[in-house]
């Protein structure tokens, strides 16, 4: 690995303890691969091995990698970024990754889910971005809208995207959409896909305009309570195991 920085060891940890904790290490690997935007042949020349090394691993041809090859595994990736500007790492940078009271639920997929998969998990109704359903979500974060909207605004509103901003973004105890949908619009991040969940009224016009300018899709789920909501999700993050 190249010189310590606290965000990159913070980063490294992260990975390398998805990895090792994860019931299909190798899927676990290539996705956070395809995350950092490395190919095979990339990884495989840093790591001197060949790209079919690289890919019996995370397949599972190979049988589990131990520790140290994970270790070199993940400092390659980081490598890999930093010598491209490091642009992932300086996103990471700016994340809280510790707990706070607006999180409901974070989890990042073993492997990637469409938008469409996410609305039918949450029984929603598209009301934006019906062409961007097909777009890959790599993981989810459901807040309590209320507590979102009053601790976190403008440049802070980051805080919400884990580790990567290709996700869902799903608002609890909504009432028209409003307050949320403007929050996203002066986010400097943008998710993959919002859900808006608990409406008190009718979803407000304005939140349909700024998902359709902003070009992200929009679904009202129909679940009932906040606990279904979070129990379906759970499920659909296990089924990429």
Not at 106 to 127: D, K, L
């Amino acid at each position: 690995m190249s010189n310590y920085s606290p965000t990159r060891d913070t980063l490294a940890k992260r990975i390398a303890g998805e990895i090792v904790l994860s019931p299909s290490p190798g899927k676990t690997m290539r996705k956070w691969r395809g995350l950092l935007g490395v190919t095979q042949i990339e990884l495989a020349g840093i790591l001197e091995l060949s790209p079919s090394v690289v890919s019996d691993y995370e397949t599972g041809r190979r049988r589990s990698p131990g520790s140290g090859f994970i270790k070199r595994y993940v400092g390659a990736l980081l490598d890999i970024d930093e010598s491209k500007g490091g642009q992932y790492i300086r996103q990471l940078s700016r994340i809280t990754l510790d707990p706070s009271d607006m999180f409901i639920d974070i989890r990042e997929f073993m492997a990637p889910v469409s938008v469409a998969e996410i609305v039918e998990a949450v029984e929603g109704t598209v009301y934006a971005g019906h062409e961007r359903l097909g777009q890959n979500v790599f993981g989810y974060t459901i807040v309590d809208s209320i507590k979102a909207i009053q601790m976190l605004s403008g440049l802070d509103f980051y805080r919400i995207f884990g580790t990567t901003s290709e996700r869902a973004l799903v608002f609890s105890g909504v009432s028209r959409g409003r307050s949320p949908m403007i929050a996203v619009k002066i986010s400097p991040f943008k998710p993959r896909v919002i859900v808006l969940h608990g409406l008190t009224g009718e979803l407000d016009p304005l939140a349909i305009q700024l998902a359709t300018h902003e070009g992200i899709p929009l679904a009202v789920s129909g679940l009932e309570t906040e606990d279904e909501l979070v129990e379906v999700l759970v499920d659909l993050y296990e089924s990429t195991g």
